[in-house]
């Protein structure tokens, strides 16, 4: 074996999937914006760029492989140049939130070199008093749960500061035969049931993707107020944050249907357990299945939104959907291009937008010797979904992140400022004091 191939490591077939997904219309990139008050120096920049460059994947390449099963194999880039992936621009004046949510939609419309690491950090001066950094990485490398856990690495923070475990389990190690067979049967049994979905509602929302991208954020809420709120909607924060979403639809749509959003489902249990994805990297790789929830944008109480959509969460806890999903993205990492294509296209068409929930540090860590004072991430849309409603909490405040093709939202801040309403006017109705979006907002009910 020579020593390139020695230094190979071949994609895991769910990993190649999200690779292939890449689309002129669709990347399958990652952004995630970390601001500071004050500006970075350069010292520091370099120190916590070469804490990521531990990482293994930040210096690797994708290569072909014929041996890999999937095709495809990280090795080292032989060419690795750091001025390739970092660069320090200035933020266009004023400097304000319009101007940095332009410079991210075009950074987001810019695909990344498929022939180095795939990843890129812009360091923006100029925001406002301080800084940025607009950290984009592949899809490939990691899913939002594995980025959180390389943020808290190179940032140092300690373990008080991590997010809790999220997701549902991947499911009980299959014990004998009957027990592989009725697995088998009620995993077809559900992928029977995803195939036979129609194609969801025809809206604004849905149609032919351009390349160009836009993405917009929302100012900060108080978890703590979210919390509350979710208490005295009887259901989990998840159920809330899906039913605002729903709410937003409905107030920017000229006339409200009954859609889907795929929703990400994190399985627990496949990550850092020895294979080529976990150990010594920090458990990279896509560890979660993907599952279709019903958003009642048809229904005009609020009330009744939150109550369908818990009833959707609970079912997609209950059902095997997301594990099923997962599978078949291993089955088509391990497809031929063309057959992908399909199976993406006829997955993407029975739902019109992805909604995410991430969560993120709990506390304030330090990049580059300061404080990331704020996060805003975007997850990529794949296939035909052209609208992405990203939520991370960091801090104790929550943001909305959305992204949009610009064919289908010209505007993506006018489902921001509908997200805000909505949010705003769900605390209102529940008699809680102060608003989410109001700084320490309800901290007494946490």
Request: with cysteine; net charge neutral.
């Amino acid at each position: 074996m020579s020593k390139r191939a020695s230094q190979q490591i071949p994609l895991s077939p769910v990993d190649a999937a999200w690779l292939r997904m890449d689309s002129p219309s669709n990347a399958m990139v990652i952004t995630t914006v970390l601001r500071f008050d004050a500006p970075l120096g350069e010292a520091a920049i370099t120190e916590t760029i070469t804490k990521l460059l531990d990482h293994r994947r930040f210096r690797m390449r994708v290569v072909r492989q014929r041996r890999a099963l999937t095709g495809a194999a990280w090795e080292p880039d032989p060419d690795f140049d750091l001025t390739s992936h970092v660069r320090r621009v200035r933020l266009p004046a004023p400097g304000d939130e319009a101007a940095l949510a332009s410079f991210v939609s075009a950074r987001m419309s810019t695909p990344l070199d498929r022939t180095r690491p795939l990843w890129q950090i812009d360091i923006v001066d100029g925001v406002g008093p301080g800084a940025a950094l607009i950290v984009r990485v592949h899809h490939a490398v990691g899913d939002g749960v594995a980025l959180v856990r390389l943020l808290l690495g190179v940032s140092g923070a300690s373990d008080a500061h991590k997010p809790a475990e999220v997701g549902v389990p991947r499911g009980p190690q299959v014990r004998g035969v009957r027990d592989l067979v009725e697995r088998t049967k009620a995993q077809g049994e559900t992928l029977a049931r995803l195939l036979l979905l129609p194609t969801d509602a025809s809206t604004p929302l849905r149609g032919a993707l351009g390349v160009r991208k836009v993405a917009a954020f929302s100012k900060p809420f108080s978890l703590a107020a979210i919390k509350a709120l979710a208490r005295a909607q009887g259901g989990h924060v998840n159920d809330l944050l899906a039913a605002v979403v729903a709410g937003a639809v409905r107030a920017y749509l000229p006339e409200p249907k009954a859609m889907r959003a795929l929703v990400p489902v994190f399985l627990r249990g496949g990550r850092g357990d020895g294979d080529d994805q976990g150990g010594a990297d920090g458990g990279e790789g896509n560890h979660f299945g993907l599952a279709y929830l019903p958003l009642p944008v048809d229904r005009a109480a609020r009330a009744e939104r939150v109550r369908d959509v818990r009833a959707g969460m609970d079912a997609i806890k209950s059902q095997p959907d997301a594990t099923v999903a997962f599978v078949v993205l291993g089955a088509m990492g391990l497809a031929s291009p063309r057959l992908e294509r399909f199976g993406i296209e006829l997955f993407t068409k029975k739902a019109t937008m992805l909604v995410t929930n991430v969560p993120g540090p709990t506390g304030r860590v330090q990049v580059a010797g300061e404080d990331v004072t704020s996060m805003v991430v975007w997850a990529p849309t794949s296939g035909s979904i052209g609208l992405g409603f990203s939520l991370l909490t960091y801090a104790g405040e929550l943001r909305l992140g959305v992204s949009a093709d610009a064919h289908l939202v010209p505007d993506p801040s006018a489902l921001v400022g509908c997200f805000e309403r909505e949010l705003d006017a769900m605390t209102r109705e529940a008699g809680l004091a102060g608003e989410p979006g109001e700084p320490g907002a309800a901290d007494t009910q946490a």
